[in-house]
């Protein structure tokens, strides 16, 4: 079976390639199903939240800093939408960077909206940033996706974070950056949710990251 993995459509920003996440889900058997509409189509059989704009400081009570995006709020609500109906429906969901973000911020979590410094960020040709993270006590499940080992080397290309004080109650934290933010989590509550602040769909972090995928879409065939 080739499973619909729910991609919501969204207009990708500068330096971010919707085809990267099309193009991981094709390479391990799965195929993006694009939606549009509010409703999560039937035959989904996951979820993917994928990269861009910060997520509007206003859904998790705070004022948005002179550091952070314009919020796009259609685009906020359209992917909370899809995402408590894949979480009520308990299908995967994988989430990455903003996706990840907002999956923390909907699930009852906040955001530090702007890391000082540049050790996170994508330079300014757009290229990467790299760092190791580190796995929790309990981040086997990921280690286990990366073949084993406590420290994953992975990309950056993000200035807001979650911190473990901002880390939404139901969801355990699988890695931390060396400074100390979370960068993947899973929930407590569902079947298979996971969510990484690195961009697995790029290049670069190919082919180590493919295993990622094809975790998720093996739990969609489930």
Not at 77 to 93: K, S, Y
Not at 163 to 184: I, K, Q, W
Not at 193 to 216: D, I, K, N, T, Y
Request: with cysteine; hydrophobic share 35%.
């Amino acid at each position: 079976m080739i499973p619909s993995i729910a991609v919501p459509h969204w207009q990708a920003p500068t330096f971010e390639r919707t085809q990267y996440y099309y193009g991981s889900l094709r390479r391990v058997g799965g195929e993006p199903l694009v939606v549009e509409g509010s409703e999560l189509p039937a035959d989904a059989s996951g979820l993917l939240l994928t990269g861009g704009v910060d997520v509007d400081a206003h859904l998790y009570e705070e004022r948005r800093g002179a550091e952070a995006d314009q919020p796009n709020k259609p685009r906020d609500a359209h992917e909370q939408g899809l995402l408590r109906q894949a979480l009520d429906r308990d299908l995967p969901v994988l989430a990455v960077c903003r996706g990840y973000q907002l999956l923390n911020v909907a699930m009852g979590g906040s955001l530090l909206q702007h890391i000082g410094g540049d050790g996170h960020r994508a330079d300014d040709e757009g290229l990467s940033r790299w760092h190791e993270v580190s796995l929790t006590e309990g981040g086997e499940r990921l280690g286990d996706v990366y073949g084993g080992g406590r420290e994953l080397r992975v990309n950056s290309r993000h200035h807001q974070g979650v911190t473990p004080e901002r880390l939404a109650p139901s969801l355990a934290p699988l890695a931390y950056s060396p400074d100390g933010l979370v960068e993947a989590v899973e929930s407590w509550e569902h079947r298979w949710v996971l969510g990484v602040q690195w961009h697995p769909e790029r290049p670069e972090m190919h082919p180590a990251s493919s295993s990622l995928f094809a975790a998720f879409v093996a739990a969609c065939r489930a």
